[in-house]
């Protein structure tokens, strides 16, 4: 098997802990994030007992500079091939609010949209330079939803999908694939704070598996389950108030 350099976001829980486990093998070095020390590291101990070169570094993804210098350093020591920033944050407007938050707002926004753009931009220009590489962004299916209940989570991860699309097509010309993923339920501790019903639910190391069989054909779009393929076709089929008014009542 040809050596790969993997960095996951988002790496100490859910979908990017079963990603990086689904990754770790002999040959495979595994650049670990997340914020949380404890639960990184027993990631990091179940990717090494894999076999994998592993260096994790918990730190706060909503700190910009710190994430381009250890990008930028991480690149440098050896070149990353696939860089998957999978990190993100939930929330729902408590009922009694009309919005969310300013502060969860504020970081939101930095961890599910500026902190990916951010780093896709920065790895972009190093891949482009060797005309190879991977490019991978969490979204979620509720970026093709206006969701009364969670207008920022929406909202960033719509943002992030368009800027995915649009780096596809400057990228693809360079050899640098971009992909999106747009995940349904997934039985993480981020769904699991919903409190309503989860509908297709995944585990994590289901939708680990179907990512990273579906990533290695460098698509631009994965969204699973692929339930979610055919709500999502036919919600945008829907006149866009009859949407609003299904989703203002579900
Ligand atoms: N689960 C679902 O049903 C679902 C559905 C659609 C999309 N997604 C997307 O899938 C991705 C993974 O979510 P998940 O379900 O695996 O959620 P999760 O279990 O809550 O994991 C979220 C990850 O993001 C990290 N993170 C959050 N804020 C951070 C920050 N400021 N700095 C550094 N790391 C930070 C967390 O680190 P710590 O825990 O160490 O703080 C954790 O590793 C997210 O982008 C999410 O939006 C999930």
């Known amino acids: 098997m040809p050596e790969t350099k993997i960095l996951i976001t988002g790496a100490s829980s859910g979908i990017g802990a079963a990603l990086a486990r689904s990754y770790a093998r002999p040959g495979a070095t595994l650049v670990l994030w997340g914020r949380d020390a404890p639960r990184l590291e027993a990631v990091a101990v179940e990717c090494r007992r894999r076999g994998a070169a592993v ?126 993923v747009s995940p349904g339920y997934i039985d993480t501790p981020m769904s699991q704070q919903l409190n309503k019903p989860r509908p297709f639910l995944l585990s994590a190391d289901r939708a680990a598996e179907i990512i990273k069989r579906k990533l290695a054909r460098r698509p631009l779009r994965i969204v699973l389950p692929w339930q979610f393929i055919w709500i999502r076709a036919l919600a945008m089929l829907l006149p866009r108030p009859l949407l609003r008014r299904i989703l203002r009542s579900a």
């Open 55 to 180: 260096m994790a570094d918990p730190f706060d993804l909503r700190d910009m500079a710190a994430m381009a210098q250890r990008l930028a350093k991480c690149d440098a020591e050896g070149a990353i091939d696939l860089a998957i920033f999978c990190a993100g944050l939930g929330g729902i407007v408590p009922p009694d609010q009309f919005a969310q938050a300013p502060q969860l707002a504020q970081a939101m926004a930095e961890v599910n949209f500026t902190s990916p753009v951010v780093g896709a931009g920065i790895m972009s220009g190093a891949m482009a330079g060797r005309g190879r590489g991977q490019i991978v962004l969490v979204g979620s299916i509720a970026e093709s939803f206006p969701l009364p209940m969670s207008p920022v989570y929406a909202g960033s991860k719509a943002g992030l999908a368009m800027f995915a699309e649009a780096l596809a097509g400057r990228m693809t010309p360079h050899g640098v694939a971009v992909t999106l």
